[in-house]
């Protein structure tokens, strides 16, 4: 299960970097049946909001690291 949610927010974060879904969109196209849960989730994974990365990508700072 573990493994199947890391993939989940693999993709989610994919989707935020290349497209142009909202988040609420970006967390069912993952496969996550809440946006607050794929939030948390998110944070969790990565040390940030998937919101972040959409206002970081419009002003063209954002990096991963």
């Known amino acids: 299960q573990k493994v199947y949610r890391e993939i989940r927010l693999q993709t989610a974060y994919s989707l935020l970097m290349s497209g142009n879904m909202s988040v609420t969109e970006v967390a069912y196209a993952a496969g996550f049946v809440s946006p607050s849960h794929f939030g ?15 206002r970081s990508r419009s002003h063209g700072d954002y990096a991963r690291s």
């Open 40 to 54: 948390h989730s998110f944070v969790n994974e990565f040390g940030f909001s998937p919101n972040s990365i959409r």
